[in-house]
C-alpha cells in the first residue's frame, strides 16, 4: 500500500528555516505529483504547495510564495519543502500529499488521494 512517511518538522524561531521530507513508498513516486498541505489549530487543512511527477512546475498558495521551495528526487523517492523565512502563521502540522496530476483542482485538500501522517511546525515569535 501507499506510505508517505514526513520528517524534518520542529520548533523554530521567527526568521529562521527548516526543511520537511517525505518518503513514499507502494507506489511508483516518478508517476505521481506530490503536494505539502497544512493544519493549524483550529483550522481547516490548507494547500501550500504542489509538485509535477517530473518536477519541472511548482504551485504555492499565496501566502508562501517566495519563502517556500518544494522540490523532488525521483531517485530517492522523496519530496522537500524548504521553508525559509518562517513566521508564527506558519505554525501546523504539515501534510505530505499524492496525487496522479495536477490537472484541475490541486489545492482542495478533498483533491489529493493519499497522505502521510504529518509533522509538527511550531514557529515561535
Known amino acids: 500500500q501507499v506510505q508517505l512517511v514526513e520528517s524534518g518538522g520542529g520548533l523554530v524561531q521567527a526568521g529562521g528555516s527548516l526543511r520537511l521530507s517525505c518518503a513514499a513508498s507502494?507506489?511508483?513516486?516518478?508517476?505521481?505529483?506530490m503536494g505539502w498541505l497544512r493544519q493549524a489549530p483550529g483550522k481547516e487543512r490548507e494547500f501550500v504547495a504542489a509538485i509535477s511527477w517530473g518536477g519541472w512546475n511548482g504551485y504555492y498558495a499565496d501566502n508562501v510564495k517566495g519563502r517556500f521551495t518544494i522540490s523532488r528526487d525521483n531517485a530517492q523517492n522523496t519530496v522537500y519543502l524548504q521553508m525559509n523565512t518562517l513566521k508564527p502563521d506558519d505554525t501546523a502540522v504539515y501534510y505530505c500529499a499524492a496525487r496522479q496530476t495536477l490537472y484541475g483542482d490541486y489545492v482542495s485538500p478533498e483533491s489529493w488521494n493519499w497522505w502521510g501522517r504529518g509533522t509538527q511546525v511550531t514557529v515561535s515569535s
Open positions: 507502494g507506489l511508483t513516486f516518478s508517476s505521481y505529483s
